[in-house]
């Protein structure tokens, strides 16, 4: 069963997360697979996806925060774009779409950034939005300061990470077609650093956290991580992992999430979505798709739900409030 485990390093200003998810990374792909248009992701995809939706469960942990977490990449290659989206609750979902071809063994820039623009976007998307208010995004290049393109995921999250988020981190992250995993070191944040995580982060004692990169507590963690291989994340479990990398620090590890409380495979799509996106291309353009078809259907990229509204339906989403005839109900 998938399964989060959260740890600190006792007395020390590093924390860490490990995630192993293997029945809600199972069922990304499986729905995946299972749409006859879109068909099974090309291993190289796959891969990226999945560690993609890795660090994003690692990243969401991390934040106190009521909400979607979503992390993006669009750019241009024959991956068009890949994204995952983590709730607070570590309900998960993620898509990928396609525009041609994919060679086996493409590393990050082939898919996506094969002339420099791609982009990752990471954005925070309340809840509960006050009115007016924007989601918090960060959007990085997928090349360093030199143009030279990061090969993998692990690369641009960690160099976003340091240098938008002012957070030394070390991520490690692999995926195969059963597992999707990754080990996140973080140095706890400084105090009213503005940041993803800084605010309301579990680091209370931060005042021995000296200038970023220089503290020889979270360097040492950070080599022992980096020792990580993928192939070990990919078949070790999670106390295994731990017990290999830090046996000589002091880990304080909190529970297990798994199950309910842990990372899990969701969609938040809803019949009620979907009518507001078609209310949202007006009655024109409705009217029009009806005229040429018995339906509008609308498939749900991330678990292939698809939803059928007829000219019935579609009069409905359209007509004035109150105007219904009593008894009927109003698709909202
Ligand atoms: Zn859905």
């Not at 990374?25 to 890795?54: C, D, I, K």
């Not at 995993?181 to 956290?209: F, H, M, Y």
């Not at 979505?273 to 749900?300: D, H």
């Not at 579609?314 to 008894?327: D, K, V, Y």
Request: charged share 20%; glycine share 10%; with cysteine.
């Amino acid at each position: 069963m998938s399964e989060l485990r959260k740890f600190l390093f006792d007395g020390l200003p590093v924390r860490g997360a490990v995630v192993r998810l293997t029945d809600a990374w199972q069922e990304v792909l499986r729905r995946r697979a299972s749409n006859t248009t879109a068909g099974a992701y090309p291993v190289p995809v796959q891969s990226l996806l999945g560690e993609m939706t890795a660090a994003a469960v690692l990243m969401q942990s991390g934040i106190q925060f009521d909400g979607a977490l979503v992390l993006q990449i669009f750019g241009d290659g024959p991956l068009k774009l890949a994204v995952v989206e983590v709730q607070s609750d570590l309900r998960v979902r993620a898509t990928a779409s396609l525009t041609g071809p994919v060679e086996s063994g493409a590393l990050l820039a082939e898919l996506i950034d094969q002339n420099g623009q791609g982009r990752c976007a990471i954005t925070l998307d309340p809840a509960r939005k006050q009115p007016g208010q924007q989601p918090y995004q960060g959007v990085v290049a997928l090349s360093d300061g030199e143009g030279q393109s990061f090969g993998r995921m692990a690369e641009v999250l960690q160099h976003y990470m340091r240098h938008s988020e002012q957070l030394d981190t070390v991520l490690v992250l692999a995926a195969d077609a059963q597992v999707a995993a990754g080990l996140l070191i973080q140095r706890l944040p400084v105090k009213g650093e503005a940041n993803l995580a800084g605010q309301g982060s579990e680091g209370e004692d931060t005042e021995q956290a000296d200038t970023q990169g220089h503290n020889e507590d979270f360097n040492r963690i950070a080599h022992l991580a980096s020792t990580l291989k993928r192939e070990e994340l990919l078949t070790l479990d999670i106390d295994t992992v731990l017990r290999r990398l830090f046996w000589e620090e002091g880990v304080l590890t909190f529970a297990p999430l798994t199950g309910e409380s842990g990372p899990r495979f969701a969609c938040t799509c809803s019949r009620e979505r979907v009518a507001q996106m078609i209310r949202g291309l007006g009655v024109a353009e409705a009217e029009s798709i009806l005229s040429e078809r018995e339906n509008i259907e609308v498939g749900c990229e991330f678990c292939g739900q698809q939803y059928r509204f007829d000219a019935v339906d579609a009069a409905q989403i359209f007509a004035p409030p109150g105007s219904l005839p009593p008894g009927s109900q109003s698709v909202q």
